[in-house]
Each structure stands twice: as C-alpha cells, then as structure tokens.
C-alpha cells in the first residue's frame, strides 16, 4: 500500500513530502512525465532517470487497445515491459474514452466506445477498468470516472458526478475484490486513488469530494479541471475542493499544466501534477524558458546562435543553438522532438526541486509570486 | 590537406589506415553515418560519439536549399553549426539534384532545377557546387557529377560519364582559385575528391578512372554503384574501378550498402563508405543483427522477450526488449526510430572496428569469407 509523509507545511498551504509505494519512492510535490503508450514520448527511459523523474504515467485505455493487457502482463507489467526502475501510475481510461473513443453510450453499467485504432467495439465498466489497472500492475492505479467538458450545464454535471461518485464505489469493492482475490497478479497491492468531479459547480465538487473522501481511497485526484475554463476558474474550483480533502493523503491535479498552473497548483495544496505539454509542445517546437515560450517556428531564432534557454544548464542548452534547433525542427528531423521534449522537461523537474526546495525552506509563497510575476 | 596513411595491406588487397584532415582524424575502413540535413537522424552528436563515429557527411543540396549556406556560414561551418567535434564531408549534390529535383536541364555548363522544398529555381555548376561546399566547410567535399541510374544505355552513359570527367576539371580549377582566392571561408584548405562514374559500362569506367586519375585530387570516390543492378555486376565493376585508383590516396564507395556490401567493397579496397540505410530501415523498424535482419513489423516478435540481437552488447539491446520495441514502432512512437538507428549504427560501427582488426592481423579474407557465409 502506499505511504505518504508530509516533510514540511508551508504557512500558504502548500506541502512537501515524500510518497513510498510497493518499494518505490517520489518526492512531492512530483511531476509525473505521461508515457501514454509506455514511452514518455521521444525519450529514452535512462534519459528520464538522468533527468530526474521518479515516476512515470501511463494510460490504460491505450494500453489495453495497444499492445494489450495480455502481452503487457507476460511481459511482467507496465514498469517492467518499459524496463523503468521508478514508481508508475496509469490513469483508468475514463478521460480518453470521452475525449478519443468514437460512438460513446453511457449506462450505469459503464460505457461502450469503439477503439480509435481499428474501430473495434468495448465495454469498460468501473470492474472492467480496475481488473485491466490490476493487470497493467502500476503502483497507483485511478478509479473510473465520467469527466464532462467545458462548458457543461448543470444537469448533465450533476448526472455524470453523481454517476462517477457511484462508479468510484464499485471501484473501490472491485479493487478489495482484486486484492484478495485471484484478478491481482502482484504480491504487493496497488495504491488506488479517487477522481473528485463536479464540473464547474462549487456546490457539485463538494459534493464529490465529500462522497469519494468517505470511501477508503488510498489518494484523491481532481479531474475535469483545465479543460478550457477561464484559469481563475480553474484555480477557485481546485482551493475550494483541496481544502475538503484529507490532508494525510496525497492529492493529485490530474492533466495540469504549463509550469504557472504547477506552481499555482501547489498552493492549493497540491502533491502530484502529470501533464503532456512539455512533450507535445516539444515535439511542435515551442520550448518553456526562465522568461517564457520560445516557438521555434518564429523567423526572429533563424539566426540566433544562443541556446533555447541561456539560464538553463541541461545537454541541449549546453550543445544546441536556437538557429540549428530551428533548422532542424523546420527540416522535420527527429533530432528536434527529442531536445525541445528533453529540455522542456529538464525544465518542469527542475523547477520541482526548486518549489519543494522553497516549501521546505518555508517561502513557498514568496517563491511562488515571484514565479508567477515574472512568467 | 589530406594526409592518407595506410597501416596495413592485407593479402586480399583490404586495406587499413588513417585520414588525418584539417586536424580531424578518421581510421579506415570507415563509415560515415548520414547527416543529410545536419543531423543524423533520431541521433544526437554526443550518441555518434559515444557509438565511435569519427565522420558524418551531410548533403550540399539540402543544405544550400535549407537552412541556406549563408547561415551555416554565419555559424562558423557545418560542425560548428551542428556542434560536431569530428570530421565531416559534404556530398556535392549531383546524386540528389538527379534524383530528388523536378524539372532538371542538364547542359554543359551545369543543372537547373527546381527545389523539392519550395519549387524555387537553382542552377548548379561545377563551379557553384564547389563553391557552395567552401562556404559549407566541411574537411572533405566532392566533387560535382552527373550519375545515370540503372538500366542506362551505352550513350546516355557515355555522355554523361563524358562530361562528369570534364566538371570534374572544372571543380578542380574552382577549388584551386577558391584556396588562393576569396570563396573560401576556411583557413585550412579543404580536401576534394573525384568521383569515378561510367555507369555499367566497364570500359566507360576504365576512361572515367583515367581521367580523374590525372587531376590532383586528395582522394576518389566511385560512384553510380548500388542504384539497382545486380550485386555481382556491382562488386565487379568497383573491384575492376578500384584497380584503375591510385594506392595511396582514399577510395570511398558512395552510398553502400548492407554490412554485406561492405565487408565485400573493403575486399575491393574501399577505405570508406556511407549509407542511409542503418538509420532510414531503423526508423522503418528494421533492425540488423549478427544473425540476419529483425523486421519489427513481423507478428512474430510480438511477445519475444529477447534483445533485438542477443550477441549486441548496445544499449538498446541491454535495456529493451523485441516485443516492446515492435509495440512502440506500431503505436508510432519516437523512440522506436531512435533506439532501432542506435542499434543498427553501433553495428555497423563494431562492424569496421572488427574489419580493421581482421586487416591489421592479416586474415581479412577469412574474416570476409565467414561473415558473408553467415549473413
């Protein structure tokens, strides 16, 4: 099971710790680079390691579509299939059905979508989900959860939370079922945690958070932030759900965000954040910098021999200029995904360090206006 | 300048040495990895070193059409540009002009045609192809030819091999005017190299080697080889081709080939070799092992838990196994094409290590006999 040790409360609420999970460790308030389809995209595992990253995020909606939960099982799990010695974590699908899958119908039962790889019709239910977390065999697993989009009226939030919020119950039965049972093929058990919905209702989200924080979750997520609301939304509705969570338990900020949403993340109290853009605006050629975004498509870096980021000390920024990352970025070159993804989350670890630095030190709120000012 | 050193003669007429040039030192027999557009791809420059490339080649084509010499030339060169410690060498772009432009017009005094890019117009002469590679500054460049491609008839071939020899006289004048004159950016002058063409013609060849072989050129390359004719064709005429060149200056066989064809072009006295094959059938999720070639694609690997080569000592090979690699290449993943270019190349690289080894303790042609039996 999973433990979780607070080192240090900042006086603004934000905190740091540690959390130790069947043998593996991650410092909070963690970044988790997302490795959807078992490869943190156009890195290597050793690089991930080099960089500083302790766990790693799978998806089990692709996962259980590509390579299957049959070969990723023989291959003795997610961290062993990838070779990566850190801690993992999948998410149970429940987002990507909604956003990927084509041909969606939700029933209580749960909710048959066809894959978007080959069209092939599925039923994930919150059983199913956790059976197929169970085989994955990450160390923290997700419960299944009905997110909705931005904006969503209030009657279809209340359907889906309520919904989620009974989902979660059978996830929880499923799991102590797995646990104990012949479905859980690991001798140590999964962590699973809770997803607190409720769209953009206050009053919804308390809700949630009070129904999901009555079940034995081993940590509480919020989801559904994030996904096109105005930021002062975003950070209003996570304060005001935070603060109903059970603070000997890690909270997690699902699917957030560029390095200002962290840092504003973690004085709600936040512990663990996962987020895709470090890689995928990587891959688009934008990297993040001490002084902000730098898009290799703009004409002003063809010549510029500086490094992406002169403050920063990573291997690119050591052996690459800006003109020939763009060269080779405009060129289509692989060479240009790797450095920008490699950079960008060099940047995202470090400042990690530096925000549990700051909250151990007790300056976090110091620390944190300073960041904002200046990004 | 160039300064060849030939080590050791094996019986079988193999050869092994040293090509010292501008302060770069390179061991032959080598291969060059592929650097088209200044990077090799899905490889950084601090991989090539650490897999022992001591010579990469980028293109003169793609690089006048993108980024532009004017820029690489502002970066100080080619390798300060794509920060590579080693030595480097820019094929002229005759073989890319034929083969990648639209709208070719050959005359005698050059090609015209137009950018696979942009559809821009461009002529190429002997004379801007050399003085395009001064700008360009790599150690060693090439001169600027007209390849036929296979089949080719006898006076297609003889007028174009007919005229390469003439540009070849011409690129010899531009490079001598540029040393003693303005064009040349470099304090160290550049070596240049002839190709030798005559299609598949070997009396075309026998005037083509002739009469480069009077024009001082620092090393001679044989090119036109390995464009789709038979191998048996091809070894013959380049064995036949490299008699004709002179001992003591550098053979480089353009653009081959499989780890066969190069343990069979250093029987014929080749000291140097390129190809885009270890990176472009890596990318394609093909890899090459002591044992034949593993096609990822293949249903086979789908739960083969072993190393892409088992006898590979690569990185690669000890940290990620043949089903999740073919998972990624299917799933599309970046580092499918980095960790499959990485193995092949460190094959290749091993493999010249073991071709000099076998000629400095004079058995290379049972090295050669027992490695083209098993492959």
């Not at 996962?63 to 023989?74: A, E, V």
């Not at 697993?141 to 009905?146: G, P, T, Y």
């Not at 291997?315 to 289509?332: D, F, Q």
Request: with cysteine.
């Amino acid at each position: 099971m999973l433990e979780f040790t607070i080192g240090k409360t900042d006086p603004s609420g934000a905190r740091a710790g540690r959390v130790c999970v069947r043998g593996h460790t991650f410092d909070t308030p963690a970044f988790m680079p997302v490795a959807t389809q078992a490869t943190v995209k156009a890195l290597t595992q050793a690089e991930l390691i080099g960089l500083g990253a302790q766990i790693v995020l799978g998806n089990a909606y692709h996962l259980y579509l590509r390579p299957g939960i049959g070969l990723i099982q023989q291959m003795g799990g997610l961290a062993a299939f990838m070779n990566w010695p850190g801690a993992t974590l999948t998410d149970s699908g429940g987002y990507q059905v909604f956003s990927l899958a084509p041909l969606i119908e939700v029933s209580e039962e749960g909710v048959s979508f066809r894959s978007h790889i080959d069209g092939s019709e599925h039923l994930l239910t919150p059983e199913s989900a956790i059976q197929i977390q169970h085989v994955i065999g990450a160390d923290i697993i997700m419960a299944f959860d009905e997110p909705v989009g931005y904006p969503a009226d209030r009657a279809r939030t209340l359907e889906a939370t309520e919904r989620s919020d009974r989902w979660a119950a059978r996830c929880i039965e499923a799991h102590q079922k797995g646990a104990g049972g012949t479905l859980l093929p690991n001798p140590n058990i999964q962590a699973l945690f809770g997803i607190v919905q409720g769209g953009f209702e206050p009053d919804l989200r308390e809700a949630s958070a009070r129904r999901l924080t009555e079940l034995p979750f081993d940590g509480y997520a919020v989801g559904g932030l994030s996904v096109g609301e105005p930021k002062e939304q975003t950070f209003g509705l996570l304060a005001h759900t935070t603060l109903l969570l059970p603070a000997d338990r890690p909270r997690y900020l699902m699917g957030v965000g560029t390095p200002a949403d962290i840092v504003r993340g973690v004085l709600c109290g936040v512990d663990m954040f996962d987020c895709v853009l470090p890689t995928r605006v990587g891959r688009n050629g934008t990297a993040y910098s001490k002084t902000g975004k730098i898009n290799l498509k703009n004409a002003q870096y063809q010549d510029d021999p500086r490094p992406l980021d002169p403050d920063c000390d990573c291997e690119v920024c050591a052996t690459y200029s800006r003109a020939y990352l763009r060269h080779i970025y405009k060129a289509g070159e692989i060479l240009a995904a790797r450095c920008v993804s490699y950079h960008n989350l060099y940047l995202y670890l470090r400042l990690m360090e530096r925000i549990r630095k700051a909250i151990y030190e007790q300056r976090y709120q110091e620390f944190a206006d300073e960041f904002l000012l200046s990004s």
